[in-house]
């Protein structure tokens, strides 16, 4: 098992363990759309960027990352901190 699959499922040390800098800028807020519920095509009218171009980024974030498929990519997210959701009451 690889460090990010490690991470990716809570094995690791956390995100010290590995950095979102191997991601540009455009793929971190794809990725934080993604970690929030939003499909593709929401994703692609939120930010502005074509569907495809959305998918692409996804197929590279995934590959960057070395992560399986897109449950690990919002697993990721939330445990590198990308988001902070409120707790509810």
């Not at 690791?12 to 800028?25: F, N, Q």
């Not at 197929?59 to 990519?73: N, T």
């Amino acid at each position: 098992m690889g460090v990010m699959q490690m991470f990716a499922w809570g094995l690791s040390a956390g995100p010290a363990a590995y950095g979102l800098d191997v991601l540009t800028d455009d793929q971190r807020a794809v990725l934080r759309c993604l970690a929030r519920g939003h499909a593709e095509h929401e994703i692609a009218r939120v930010l502005g960027l074509g569907q495809q171009r959305v998918a692409d980024e996804v197929a590279e974030i995934l590959r960057r990352l070395d992560l399986p498929d897109r449950v690990a990519a919002v697993v990721f997210a939330h445990e590198a901190g990308m988001l902070h959701l409120p707790f509810p009451r």
